[in-house]
Protein backbone atom coordinates (compact mmCIF):
# COMPACT_ATOMS: atom_id res chain seq x y z
CA UNK A 1 0.00 0.00 0.00
CA UNK A 2 1.32 3.12 -1.31
CA UNK A 3 1.36 5.64 1.92
CA UNK A 4 3.03 8.81 3.24
CA UNK A 5 2.77 9.59 7.05
CA UNK A 6 3.68 12.62 8.07
CA UNK A 7 5.18 13.22 12.14
CA UNK A 8 6.82 15.60 14.06
CA UNK A 9 4.00 18.18 14.44
CA UNK A 10 3.26 19.68 18.08
CA UNK A 11 2.30 22.45 20.24
CA UNK A 12 5.26 25.32 20.81
CA UNK A 13 5.60 28.86 21.39
CA UNK A 14 6.47 31.58 19.19
CA UNK A 15 10.18 31.68 17.73
CA UNK A 16 10.49 28.15 18.63
CA UNK A 17 11.38 25.55 16.19
CA UNK A 18 9.92 22.06 14.77
CA UNK A 19 11.22 19.33 12.69
CA UNK A 20 8.80 17.68 10.55
CA UNK A 21 9.29 14.43 8.35
CA UNK A 22 7.16 13.06 5.70
CA UNK A 23 8.10 8.78 4.93
CA UNK A 24 7.29 6.65 2.66
CA UNK A 25 6.36 3.56 2.55
CA UNK A 26 4.93 1.28 -0.34
CA UNK A 27 7.05 3.32 -2.71
CA UNK A 28 10.32 5.24 -3.41
CA UNK A 29 10.66 8.86 -2.95
CA UNK A 30 13.82 8.82 -5.26
CA UNK A 31 12.22 9.83 -8.64
CA UNK A 32 9.33 12.13 -7.09
CA UNK A 33 9.47 16.02 -6.07
CA UNK A 34 8.05 16.27 -2.31
CA UNK A 35 5.58 19.56 -1.14
CA UNK A 36 4.91 20.92 1.81
CA UNK A 37 1.27 22.30 2.20
CA UNK A 38 -0.63 23.61 5.22
CA UNK A 39 -4.42 24.34 5.72
CA UNK A 40 -5.40 26.49 9.19
CA UNK A 41 -8.89 26.35 10.27
CA UNK A 42 -11.16 28.42 8.00
CA UNK A 43 -8.36 28.99 5.59
CA UNK A 44 -7.66 26.77 2.24
CA UNK A 45 -4.76 24.72 1.74
CA UNK A 46 -1.82 26.67 0.37
CA UNK A 47 1.64 25.43 -1.09
CA UNK A 48 4.49 25.80 1.97
CA UNK A 49 8.07 24.37 -0.18
CA UNK A 50 8.71 21.44 -2.47
CA UNK A 51 11.91 19.78 -3.07
CA UNK A 52 13.04 18.32 -5.89
CA UNK A 53 13.61 14.54 -6.63
CA UNK A 54 17.26 14.96 -6.74
CA UNK A 55 17.21 17.92 -3.63
CA UNK A 56 18.90 20.07 -6.02
CA UNK A 57 15.83 22.49 -6.40
CA UNK A 58 13.73 23.79 -3.58
CA UNK A 59 10.82 26.52 -3.71
CA UNK A 60 9.22 28.11 -0.48
CA UNK A 61 6.43 30.53 -0.49
CA UNK A 62 6.88 33.78 0.11
CA UNK A 63 5.67 33.09 3.93
CA UNK A 64 8.37 30.90 4.78
CA UNK A 65 10.88 31.94 3.62
CA UNK A 66 14.18 32.23 5.43
CA UNK A 67 12.63 30.35 8.51
CA UNK A 68 11.71 27.24 7.15
CA UNK A 69 14.19 24.74 5.50
CA UNK A 70 13.12 21.76 3.29
CA UNK A 71 15.59 18.30 2.43
CA UNK A 72 15.66 14.91 1.98
CA UNK A 73 17.18 12.11 2.77
CA UNK A 74 16.43 9.41 0.06
CA UNK A 75 18.20 6.81 1.30
CA UNK A 76 15.71 6.75 4.61
CA UNK A 77 13.01 7.80 2.15
CA UNK A 78 11.86 10.46 3.91
CA UNK A 79 11.57 14.29 3.52
CA UNK A 80 11.75 17.08 6.51
CA UNK A 81 10.88 20.30 6.98
CA UNK A 82 12.66 22.30 9.23
CA UNK A 83 10.21 25.37 10.62
CA UNK A 84 12.19 28.11 12.88
CA UNK A 85 11.06 31.01 14.23
CA UNK A 86 7.58 29.85 14.06
CA UNK A 87 4.62 32.66 14.26
CA UNK A 88 1.03 32.36 15.72
CA UNK A 89 0.19 32.53 11.48
CA UNK A 90 2.13 29.03 10.83
CA UNK A 91 -0.81 27.01 12.93
CA UNK A 92 -1.90 24.46 10.66
CA UNK A 93 -2.28 20.95 10.01
CA UNK A 94 0.55 20.46 7.60
CA UNK A 95 0.86 17.95 4.67
CA UNK A 96 2.83 16.48 2.38
CA UNK A 97 2.84 14.76 -0.80
CA UNK A 98 4.77 13.60 -3.64
CA UNK A 99 4.49 15.62 -6.87
CA UNK A 100 4.29 13.61 -9.94
CA UNK A 101 7.53 14.04 -11.23
CA UNK A 102 10.33 15.66 -10.36
CA UNK A 103 11.03 18.84 -10.70
CA UNK A 104 8.72 22.18 -8.59
CA UNK A 105 7.65 23.78 -11.13
CA UNK A 106 4.34 25.86 -9.53
CA UNK A 107 4.81 23.45 -6.64
CA UNK A 108 2.11 25.46 -5.06
CA UNK A 109 -0.82 23.81 -7.38
CA UNK A 110 -2.43 20.69 -5.60
CA UNK A 111 -3.85 18.95 -8.80
CA UNK A 112 0.15 18.12 -9.08
CA UNK A 113 0.19 16.07 -6.43
CA UNK A 114 -0.76 12.02 -6.24
CA UNK A 115 -0.51 10.39 -2.95
CA UNK A 116 -1.52 12.93 0.26
CA UNK A 117 -0.46 11.86 3.91
CA UNK A 118 -2.74 12.46 6.62
CA UNK A 119 -1.31 15.34 8.26
CA UNK A 120 0.12 16.53 11.58
CA UNK A 121 -1.04 19.74 13.86
CA UNK A 122 1.52 22.74 13.94
CA UNK A 123 0.51 24.82 16.85
CA UNK A 124 2.39 27.98 17.39
CA UNK A 125 0.62 29.48 21.00
CA UNK A 126 2.26 31.29 24.41
Known amino acids: QLQLVESGGGLVQPGGSLRLSCAAS????????IGWFRQAPGKEREGVSC????????NYADSVKGRFTISRDNAKNTVYLQMNSLKPEDTAVYYC???????????????????WGQGTQVTVSS
Open 97 to 115: ANRDGSSCSLFFLEYEYDY
Open 26 to 33: GFTLDYYA
Open 51 to 58: ISSSGGST
